[in-house]
């Protein structure tokens, strides 16, 4: 039974600490028991097979199983960017040992925090140093140490955990620490054996590379999507909304560029780890970019350049490729509808067609619209989309989404982050997920993908770490430094 | 009323049933006149989250806009395109300045070396349908590789 | 160490080892790097992942991406499509105007769309109707010839056709199993899924385009990046699986699901929700984070008078970045925004909404009679960061990625001249870097290569089946 206590709210900010998951559990209503999914199982004659998955595959066992990448030495150095940050999260997940190594003053990302306000970061509970969330929350399973590499000490020190390690993952300007003597080709001499990658947005070379202000400002995302033709292809039609307004390039949301680096940076680590185990004992450099990464992604675009000089231009929620394959407004959101093949697209319909008797005429009868690549001319994206909308309008996201179910059609609201963490299916299984934190109290984190496993799932041991807090336990199990060393290069200005 | 206008203006005896596809983004909140793409007579609508508030009135004045698509379900769907002056609304937001919305059958990249990018093509020669690795054209398609041949002769194949 | 402890080599000193390496260490950083990553040259170098072997039996971007990394990185992937249909990505192409041809041996006159390129290069295509039982043999014979297997079926479908990870780990314990898809085991298993599902199911949409107050609504990133970015997360979890493997010998199997890998990259979203209960919410060109460091609308285009539409209206855009103290007080200078400075000297006030809402209005008000190359030639030669937002042409004829070798043409072996953007461009290693070979092969190509050369059956097996639409 939950403590009664009277509480007095006068603003917005009084309700903040009310929101936390100590007060306001998470998720605010339980998932649905096993018995009520079991059902769902036996429903297509899958009961056996998801039983199996439930016993084998369940993110609550994870524990209990053994970790992929055990005993893998891993280095995270790098700034602001989320690159470095999502790449050492990865092997962490997977049971690296990532030592994140910090100036003495800390990762300016930690800073950050929406629209500057500081009551949205999370407060050591020792010290009361506030963190902001992009970086707690991407600090999982890994160590912060601090040092600083352009004092001389520094330097010698950070040469000998480069000597330990496995992986060093480098987020910092083109050449930065090549010029400190700390770059791929001095580290190679001291760890041959050194996987060394390199994080940045257009790359460390090259006549487009990052640049950094007269100032010293960085590159940071979206400038990885600007150079890509991400932005300029994102974003919906001047001819759909005014432009200033909505029909303009559009950015992602969120750094999405970096986190796509990152992965891939994580990849070819990966690779480059089996290829020295297996074959050569030997390590190598390599160099990933958000502004590239992200281009590998890009579909054909620029292939269709090459075929016949296309510059894709932007279709808002459409996609020009397929339908239907978009979202639309409805009644109190947005609704995404998917099916392409012959099957699909007429089960959608016979949807629809329950409730709006002229979608058939409409759009079953048009001869245009029978094949299935002649569906995605942006005429029939125009006509079957309006008609489409036409139904939606009268319903909420969710009588879409169960009418459209039943047809065994694609289909999904648009969600918002509430929303995402209540929905049944993300809190069974779990997505979001609580984890206490020593230092941050309980923190709602998005699980890690790859931890629903048979034998090595990956997993978060812990989130978010206050600045340097693993020096003495680091410093001496990597280099033999007593605490009365580290004390002493601390007061230094060293570590 | 709703958010496509099924014309049933009468012209010269016969209705004009014609339907005019009002776009959701675009219209989902908007006040305005609008013309049937086929009789151009122009209409007063008023949507609020995709209904229609008010309207579609006859009204007799210009046009704010135009439908991106009309078409006609009663007379084997003829349709009207975007971009087609006084009917309906230009769409400007394109890959080109010549729309297809069929495939484009390509002979040559962008930097004019032979793509397969036309039909229809010769059978491979393989057992159940096995393709090699490699594309015979001058003796699969002699003739377009002729025309490559004059391209070279022309300057007209870079590197990029 | 040399026979005579006294003799001092070159080679037992610490530093370069030789005259080569001396040099090496001595060219300036972008000289060094140009040389060892040495783009163009791919192959005189070796495959990472030589030797492992992967089916795909897979469709559409997520679950072939998958396996697309490990084929770019050296893997011998077979994929496996229905027979004369293919891969349903086949049939997609950008308002319907490109593809290449034929599609199948049996099918000239269908093209498989561009829709389909990029996902799925290097690999051998075979097809196979698996709902019979009298393919089960040969797809038995190739689960213990491989190292694994990633497949995208609903679930239960291969455990139907007895070819789940229950049935395969019997076969081969080493074999790696994945199943991509939306959702997984739970209430929604069956739920099916596409990118723009994960897009809009897992909260990514909600914060991306323009706010309701600017007239926005929630946009779609423009290509199926959750499949792409999903998929990539697979080839990690992947890796990760085969690096345990090498020291335990035991496979596992990987259910991943794509809608949860597009929460996973929401930053500050679920802490923020969990925490304060306060709603993510979209913030279009601008950055929930930093200020000045957005995208702004120019008053003229780069290329008013040509006729591609993209050049000619959208040449227009520039994001500026001005965040740190200097840089935003030189901004505010050299765009005549004194007061603004005055006002916003500290980034905590300045990265306010309002406040953003009032500086980039002003960064587009002196914009407005600019063109985008004037724009970025103003605020660069002040020394301040700033970039046009570039479309599929200049990106193409970017010397940039010309030279890192990320965008090129490749002479594919049965459809010409393709230009690629894709496999170079996910990562220089200088040692073992990727490589593309082809983009894709027509559907059933090497069936014969695989039932025959690879499972030993006869041609004339092979021609059987395949005229019985079996293969």
């Known amino acids: 039974m939950a403590e009664i206590r009277d509480v007095e709210i006068n603003s917005r900010e009084d309700t903040l600490p009310l929101m936390s998951p100590e007060v306001r559990p998470w998720p605010v209503t339980p998932p649905p028991p096993r018995e009520e999914v079991s059902k769902v199982y036996a429903k297509r004659n899958a009961a056996k097979f998801g039983e199996w998955c439930e016993d084998n595959l369940r993110f609550e066992y994870s524990f209990g199983k053994p970790e992929a990448l055990q005993g893998l030495k891993v280095l995270n150095m790098g700034l602001y960017r989320m690159g470095n940050k999502f790449c050492s999260s990865l092997l962490a997940e997977a049971g690296a040992e990532v030592l994140n190594i910090e100036p003495p003053e800390g990762d300016p990302l930690r800073k950050l925090t929406p629209f500057g306000r500081e009551e949205l970061m999370l407060e050591d509970r020792e010290t009361g140093e506030k963190c902001g969330m992009d970086f707690i929350h991407e600090m999982r399973n890994k160590f912060s140490i601090t040092l600083n590499i352009e004092t001389d000490e520094g330097k010698e020190i950070y040469k000998k955990l480069a000597a330990h390690a496995d992986v060093l993952i480098e987020e910092y300007p083109p050449g930065y620490m090549d010029e400190l003597g700390l770059g791929y080709r001095q580290l190679a001499e001291i760890n041959p054996k050194l996987v060394y990658c390199w994080i940045g947005v257009r790359g460390s070379w090259g006549p487009y590379k990052d640049k950094v202000s007269k100032f010293g400002q960085w590159t940071l995302e979206p400038f990885g999507g600007c150079a890509n033709s991400f932005v300029h292809n994102t974003g919906f039609p001047q001819d759909q909304l005014p432009r200033g307004k909505g029909g303009d390039p559009t950015r992602s949301g969120v750094w999405f560029a970096d986190y796509v680096a990152g992965e891939q940076g994580a990849c070819s680590i990966m690779a480059a780890i089996y290829w020295r185990n297996k074959f050569s004992g030997e390590g190598q450099f390599i160099e990933v970019t958000g502004s590239e990464t992200q281009m590998d992604i890009l579909d054909f675009d620029i292939g269709w350049y090459g075929f016949n000089k296309s510059i894709k231009a932007r279709t808002g929620g459409w996609d020009p490729n397929l339908n239907q394959y978009e979202w639309n407004p409805c009644k109190d959101g947005y609704m995404m509808i998917g099916g392409q093949t012959d099957r699909l697209w007429y089960r959608i319909g016979q949807c629809i067609e329950r409730d709006d008797i002229q979608f058939g005429r409409l759009i079953h009868e048009d001869p245009f619209l029978k094949e299935m690549g002649a569906r995605n001319a942006l005429q029939a994206l125009i006509k079957t989309y309006t008609v489409t909308t036409r139904w939606l309008r009268d319903m909420n996201r969710i009588e879409a989404e169960q009418k459209l179910l039943e047809y065994e059609i694609a289909a999904g609201p648009v969600l918002f982050i509430d929303e995402v963490s209540e929905f049944p299916h993300f809190k069974y299984r779990p997505w979001v997920c609580t984890i206490d934190s020593d230092q941050y109290g309980t923190v709602l984190y998005s699980t890690s993908p790859n931890s629903f496993q048979y034998r090595t799932p990956h997993r978060v041991k812990w989130i978010g770490r206050p600045l340097g807090k693993d020096n003495f336990l680091k410093y001496l199990n990597w280099l033999g430094m007593g605490q009365n060393v580290v004390r002493e290069l601390k007061s230094k200005g060293v570590i | ?160 | 160490m040399a026979k005579d402890m006294r003799e001092t080599r070159i080679e037992d000193l610490p530093g370069p080892k030789s005259k080569e390496e001396l040099e090496e260490m001595k060219m300036p950083y972008e000289e060094y790097c140009r040389a060892t990553f040495d783009p163009g040259n791919e192959h005189e170098k070796p495959e990472p992942l030589r030797g492992v072997r992967w089916m795909s039996t897979t469709m559409y971007i997520f679950t072939p991406h998958s396996v697309s990394n490990l084929a770019e990185l050296g893997a011998e992937v077979v994929k496996v499509e229905m027979p004369r249909m293919g891969d349903p990505m086949r049939h997609t192409s950008p308002f319907n105007e490109a593809y290449l041809y034929p599609l199948h041996d049996t099918r000239p006159m269908t093209g498989t769309g561009l829709g389909f390129l990029n996902a799925n290069p290097n690999e051998y295509y075979i097809t196979m109707d698996y709902h019979l039982d009298e393919m089960k043999e040969a797809f038995y014979r190739m689960v213990k010839m491989f190292d694994g297997l990633t497949e995208c079926y609903r679930p239960g479908t291969f455990d139907k056709w007895k070819q789940s990870y229950l049935y395969l780990q019997e076969l081969n314990p080493r074999f790696i199993y994945v199943w991509g898809g939306g959702f997984g085991y739970g209430p929604k298993v069956f739920g099916g899924s596409y990118d723009i599902l994960g897009q809009a199911h897992a909260g990514l949409a909600s914060v991306t385009g323009m706010h309701d107050f600017m007239g926005g609504h929630c946009a779609k990133h423009s290509n199926w990046c959750i499949d792409w970015y999903s998929g990539t997360q697979i080839s990690f979890g992947i890796l990760a699986a085969i690096h345990w493997r090498e020291t335990t010998g035991l496979g596992t199997m990987i259910e991943f699901s794509q809608v949860q890998a597009a929460t996973r990259c929401l930053g500050y979203a679920a802490p923020m929700y969990g925490r304060f209960g306060i709603v993510r919410q979209r913030w279009g060109n601008w950055d929930t984070q930093l200020c000045a460091h957005g995208i702004i609308l120019c008053g003229k285009s780069d290329f008013p008078d040509v006729s591609n539409p993209q050049d000619k209206h959208d040449a227009r855009y520039v994001m500026v970045s001005a965040f740190q103290d200097e840089d935003f007080k030189e901004l505010c200078a050299i765009t005549g925004m004194k007061d603004l400075y005055g006002k916003y000297k500290v980034h905590k006030d300045r990265v306010d909404g309002e406040s953003q809402v009032e500086i980039y209005a002003a960064l587009e008000k002196w914009a407005e009679d600019k063109s985008r190359s004037e724009v970025v030639k103003v605020l660069q030669d002040a020394g301040l960061l700033a970039e046009p937002v570039m479309n599929d042409r200049e990106v193409y004829e970017s010397e940039h990625f010309r030279q890192r070798g990320t965008i090129r043409y490749l002479d594919d072996p049965i459809f010409g001249d393709v230009l690629t953007q894709s496999g170079y461009s996910s990562g220089l290693m200088a040692k073992t870097p990727r490589r593309q070979n082809w983009i894709w092969r027509p559907v059933g190509a090497d069936n014969v290569k695989i039932y025959h050369e690879l499972l030993g059956y006869p041609t004339s097996t092979v021609q059987e089946w395949y005229d019985k639409s079996w293969i």
């Open chain 2, 1 to 160: 009323m709703c958010d496509i206008i099924w014309c049933k203006k009468e012209i010269d005896g016969k209705k004009c049933n014609t339907v005019n596809y009002l776009d959701p983004y675009c219209f989902w909140n908007w006040e305005g006149k609008v013309n049937c793409a086929e009789c151009k007579t122009v209409y007063y609508i008023h949507m609020i989250q995709g209904f229609m508030y008010r309207g579609p009135e006859e009204v007799d004045e210009k046009p704010d806009t135009s439908p991106l698509y009309a078409d006609k379900p009663l007379e084997g769907y003829t349709n009207y395109l975007p971009g087609i002056e006084g009917r309906t609304r230009p769409y400007e937001c394109l890959p080109r300045d010549i729309y297809l919305g069929v495939a484009d059958m390509v002979k040559f990249s962008a930097r004019g070396r032979p793509v397969r990018g036309w039909r229809p093509q010769p059978p491979s020669a393989g057992i159940a349908g096995s393709f090699g690795f490699e594309w015979d054209i001058q003796k699969l398609t002699p003739e377009v590789w002729e025309e490559y041949q004059q391209k070279i002769a022309k300057g007209e194949v870079g590197e990029w």
